[in-house]
């Protein structure tokens, strides 16, 4: 039973973000949420039964400073340019409001991951949506214009979500010199499927904070493991957010699969160049089904047909036991599927069942 009355007044006006569905029928094809469909490295599932083994008495190390090395080794950094979180969703919560509650508002695409204005309407941070292209690409001139007004600061996904679409590093130093007072958050839970990461821009700038998730191109959506990377001042903020929420955000476990995870690089390239290889070919087999297809550099495709309704299709996959991602807002977007890449069988039994629903 629901008793508003005992709500704080902002709890009643929320609009929570929710997530794909996590079905338990058995069987299905799930390419719904963009989870990685290979499992995670092997050198990961045997540091998290190891460290099952021992210590999970004790509390974990708050400040995460082994993992902090293993990503800064992995990408040129030094440990305290590099903080740790329960998933990149919570990195992001801490930075929205370590960073954009500056009484103006925050610029954002109008069509990008939905959770962006989540924590906006939970932080009490004001929205500029700036709309997508024709193209649905990000539109880098009237973004550059809004940021370089009285803004909090900008954060976008690249690769975009849910189209997939990326922006090479010179569209996004155009960002960061727009609003040198602002933060520039750069969401890159996909970048790892063939984008630049902006990475390389880090010691550059000292607006720039990267985003980055385990879930995807490691495998690891389970452990709930994400990392922010920028100049110390930043790390520094969202640190102070952390100690202020929860000291021991990440777990042994987590913490041991994920400095494993990030060690094993062979097996991440040969992962992620598997779902790369996948992509394209289902990109085109898709095309000849009659699909439009968006290019993408992420894991999934965003596509649609132009002579089926795209909640219908969506609905009779479903019936044949394949999940896609159907989005009913905002309109625009609303005749497009999102389609997690599969392994090569899952990706022919979704090919399968919509050659058999259009009738090809």
Same mark, same amino acid.
């Given at each position: 039973?629901?008793?508003?009355?005992?709500?704080?007044?902002?709890?009643?006006?929320?609009?929570?973000?929710?997530?794909?569905?996590?079905?338990?029928?058995?069987?299905?094809?799930?390419?719904?949420?963009?989870?990685?469909?290979?499992?995670?490295?092997?050198?990961?599932?045997?540091?998290?039964?190891?460290?099952?083994?021992?210590?999970?008495?004790?509390?974990?190390?708050?400040?995460?400073?082994?993992?902090?090395?293993?990503?800064?080794?992995?990408?040129?950094?030094?440990?305290?340019?590099?903080?740790?979180?329960?998933?990149?969703?919570?990195?992001?919560? &801490?930075?929205?409001?370590?960073?954009?509650?500056?009484?103006?508002?925050?610029?954002?695409?109008?069509?990008?991951?939905?959770?962006?204005?989540?924590?906006?309407?939970?932080?009490?941070?004001?929205?500029?949506?700036?709309?997508?292209?024709?193209?649905?690409?990000?539109?880098?001139?009237?973004?550059?214009?809004?940021?370089?007004?009285?803004?909090?600061?900008?954060?976008?996904?690249?690769?975009?979500?849910?189209?997939?679409?990326?922006?090479?590093?010179?569209?996004?130093?155009?960002?960061?010199?727009?609003?040198?007072?602002?933060?520039?958050?750069?969401?890159?839970?996909?970048?790892?499927?063939?984008?630049?990461?902006?990475?390389?821009?880090?010691?550059?700038?000292?607006?720039?904070?990267?985003?980055?998730?385990?879930?995807?191109?490691?495998?690891?959506?389970?452990?709930?493991?994400?990392?922010?990377?920028?100049?110390?001042?930043?790390?520094?903020?969202?640190?102070?957010?952390?100690?202020?929420?929860?000291?021991?955000?990440?777990?042994?476990?987590?913490?041991?699969?994920?400095?494993?995870?990030?060690?094993?690089?062979?097996?991440?390239?040969?992962?992620?160049?598997?779902?790369? &290889?996948?992509?394209?070919?289902?990109?085109?087999?898709?095309?000849?089904?009659?699909?439009?297809?968006?290019?993408?550099?992420?894991?999934?495709?965003?596509?649609? &047909?132009?002579? &089926?309704?795209?909640?219908?299709?969506?609905?009779?996959?479903?019936?044949?036991?394949?999940?896609?991602?159907?989005?009913?807002?905002?309109?625009?977007?609303?005749?497009?599927?999102?389609?997690?890449?599969?392994?090569?069988?899952?990706?022919?039994?979704?090919?399968?069942?919509?050659?058999?629903?259009?009738?090809?």
């Amino acid at each position: 039973m629901r008793c508003p009355s005992f709500w704080s007044p902002v709890v009643g006006a929320l609009e929570p973000y929710v997530p794909g569905e996590q079905p338990r029928i058995p069987n299905l094809v799930k390419l719904n949420t963009n989870e990685n469909p290979y499992p995670p490295s092997p050198r990961a599932i045997a540091a998290i039964q190891a460290m099952a083994a021992q210590g999970l008495e004790l509390y974990p190390d708050p400040r995460a400073q082994v993992l902090r090395e293993a990503v800064a080794a992995c990408h040129g950094l030094d440990a305290g340019q590099v903080f740790a979180g329960n998933g990149s969703d919570e990195v992001l919560a &801490h930075a929205f409001f370590a960073f954009f509650q500056q009484g103006a508002p925050l610029v954002m695409p109008d069509v990008t991951y939905s959770f962006y204005k989540v924590y906006c309407q939970l932080y009490g941070i004001a929205v500029d949506t700036v709309p997508l292209d024709g193209q649905l690409r990000i539109d880098l001139d009237a973004m550059a214009r809004q940021a370089g007004a009285d803004s909090a600061g900008v954060v976008l996904a690249n690769p975009n979500a849910p189209t997939g679409i990326a922006l090479p590093l010179t569209a996004i130093e155009r960002l960061l010199e727009a609003c040198p007072q602002r933060v520039v958050l750069v969401d890159e839970a996909y970048v790892d499927f063939g984008a630049d990461s902006a990475i390389a821009l880090i010691d550059r700038y000292p607006n720039l904070l990267v985003v980055h998730t385990l879930s995807k191109s490691r495998s690891l959506a389970g452990l709930r493991v994400g990392v922010a990377m920028g100049q110390r001042h930043l790390i520094e903020a969202l640190e102070r957010v952390k100690d202020s929420f929860n000291s021991y955000p990440l777990g042994r476990l987590a913490l041991a699969g994920a400095v494993a995870a990030y060690g094993d690089v062979a097996y991440f390239d040969q992962t992620r160049q598997a779902v790369m &290889h996948s992509r394209e070919g289902l990109a085109l087999q898709l095309e000849d089904l009659g699909f439009e297809v968006l290019p993408s550099q992420a894991n999934f495709v965003f596509v649609r &047909h132009p002579a &089926h309704d795209a909640a219908q299709l969506a609905r009779a996959l479903r019936e044949r036991g394949v999940l896609v991602r159907h989005f009913s807002r905002p309109e625009r977007i609303g005749q497009y599927l999102r389609i997690s890449v599969g392994t090569p069988a899952q990706c022919d039994a979704l090919v399968q069942a919509l050659a058999a629903l259009l009738g090809t």
